[in-house]
């Protein structure tokens, strides 16, 4: 288990560096100028000596390897630049925001939950019949919609028509509703099939007939025994959507006025506001990194039949030299190997 996490660890070194290579590139290769989003010259009268000052004073007349280099040196001391609009530290405008967006994705969670895990089970024990075939609909219509279209429906009809919640804003149960089933639903849909498709492949395993043998009753081997095997591959898709999760609530956020993460860098975007951007994506990798480390260790937790163990290093004769073969990090009771 260690060795994995220092394996993930390292990766994720790796990962950030590229990623930020990335940004920063596409940063400088994207239309518009920050210096002029800042200065505003089609409202205010701005000379080109006011251009070339800012311009200095932010670093943009370096060569990019000279701004890569700089803004990397910073990153590494846990800086992540200051806002150009705001004037405000990333880290402190990313602080503020992570609450409110960790509030809306709890409840798209709690959808996701609430759906996807009754319907799967229920489309599994009753495999062919009705709850099957709504549970089908239901994928369907959840690969289908895009959520941002889904956002603007749930508006117009339980907003604006039934006037039943609100549209906008954050901090109650009501206003969480609407935003919450938005980003929530196609992941539910999605879950529930793949629940139920790994609940039919437990339900088949010689552990479940042996435990309808012993006499316990349906609910407690579907529910307790079978669902907990079927439930690794749903939770190794929650740590990969983490990231398509947090670029949705993005488009959902600005839908629905909610202050977080989402429209903080929409707003960048629109501003040019490059070091908010940056931030932005260097953080939502991080978070995707670690939450697919935490998924990989919660397997175990899950299903005791896995475990990570170090092979310890073996000599072996090759000719008249000696090679050391490197230790490997192996998954013991499970279809697949980790290496």
Do not use: C
Not at 128 to 146: E, N, T, Y
Not at 181 to 205: D, K, P, T
Not at 206 to 219: I, K
């Amino acid at each position: 288990m260690f060795e994995l996490i220092r394996g993930r660890l390292t990766q994720l070194i790796v990962v950030l560096f590229v990623l930020s290579l990335v940004t920063f590139t596409l940063m400088k290769l994207a239309p518009g100028d920050p210096v002029r989003a800042i200065l505003k010259p089609d409202e205010f009268v701005v000379t080109e000596s006011a251009e070339e000052e800012l311009r200095k004073e932010l670093g943009l007349d370096q060569p990019f390897l000279v701004q890569y280099g700089q803004w990397l040196s910073k990153v590494i001391r846990l800086d992540l630049g200051t806002s150009y609009l705001t004037g405000k530290p990333v880290s402190e405008l990313i602080a503020s925001r992570l609450p409110v967006t960790l509030q809306l994705a709890a409840g798209a969670l709690a959808v996701i939950l609430l759906i996807a895990f009754p319907l799967g089970v229920l489309a599994a024990r009753y495999a062919g019949g009705w709850p099957d075939h709504i549970s089908r609909l239901l994928a369907l219509a959840g690969a289908s919609v895009p959520s941002f279209w889904l956002g603007l429906l749930l508006i117009y009809f339980f907003a604006y028509k039934l006037k039943w919640l609100p549209s906008m804003g954050f901090g109650t149960v009501p206003q969480m509703i609407l935003p919450s089933f938005a980003l929530g639903f196609a992941f539910a849909a999605m879950y529930a099939r793949i629940l139920r498709a790994g609940l039919l492949e437990s339900i088949s395993q010689d552990y479940v007939l042996a435990a309808r043998a012993r006499g316990v009753p349906e609910w407690r081997i579907v529910t307790l025994h079978a669902t907990r095997a079927a439930l690794l591959p749903v939770i190794t898709l929650i740590g990969l959507n983490i990231g398509t999760m947090l670029g949705g609530a993005v488009v959902i956020e600005v839908i629905f006025s909610w202050p977080g993460l989402g429209s903080m860098v929409m707003s960048a975007i629109l501003g040019r506001d490059y070091p908010v951007i940056q931030g932005f994506v260097l953080f939502t990798g991080v978070v995707v990194a670690l939450v697919n480390l935490a998924v990989d260790l919660s397997y175990r937790v899950i299903d005791p039949r896995i475990r990570y163990v170090t092979r310890q290093p073996k000599v072996v004769r090759e000719g008249n030299t000696e090679a050391t073969r490197q230790p490997k990090v192996v998954r013991e009771g499970a279809k697949e190997g980790m290496l």
